[in-house]
């Protein structure tokens, strides 16, 4: 069974600087097939897309206000996708969740195509 795993997360100080992981097991197919996707949400409130990474080009994608501050990269041999989080802000603060999506591009909606999701990652940041 396709398992994702994020870890990573913890407490950090503004303007810190944390790195998730997600690492994936038991695909059918090589990872680098599928883009890959970070999401996060506050309790109650929905959740949101952070970033894509796509298969084949790794190009990435970003939310805009994270844009400056995160960059995405993935290890196909390894199976394990990364973002990298610089400049945390408070309201950065969240359960960070990584995705994969059905083979091909990002989508333009991150909420198709989704195959699995990973149970998630929290990432506090505060003084």
């Known amino acids: 069974q ?4 994020e ?9 810190g600087s944390l790195t998730l ?6 695909f059918t197919w ?3 097939y599928h883009p890959v996707g970070w999401f996060r949400q506050v309790p109650g409130k929905e959740r949101e897309a952070v970033a894509c990474i796509s298969s084949g080009d790794d ?6 206000d994270v844009r400056r501050r995160f ?3 993935r290890d196909n ?3 394990i996708v990364y973002l990298q ?3 945390l802000r408070p309201e950065d603060t969240a359960v960070f969740y990584c995705a994969t999506f059905r083979a091909g591009p990002c989508p333009a909606d991150p909420n198709i195509g989704i195959t699995h999701w990973g149970k998630g990652t929290n990432v506090t940041v505060s003084s």
Do not use: F
Not at 59 to 64: A, F, G, L, P
């Open 2 to 5: 396709v398992q994702l795993v």
């Open 7 to 15: 870890s990573g997360g913890g407490l950090v100080q503004p303007g």
């Open 21 to 26: 992981t997600c690492t994936a097991s038991q």
């Open 30 to 32: 090589p990872l680098g």
């Open 59 to 64: 190009r990435s994608y970003y939310r805009e």
């Open 71 to 73: 960059i995405m990269s």
């Open 77 to 79: 041999v390894n199976h």
């Open 85 to 87: 989080m610089s400049d």
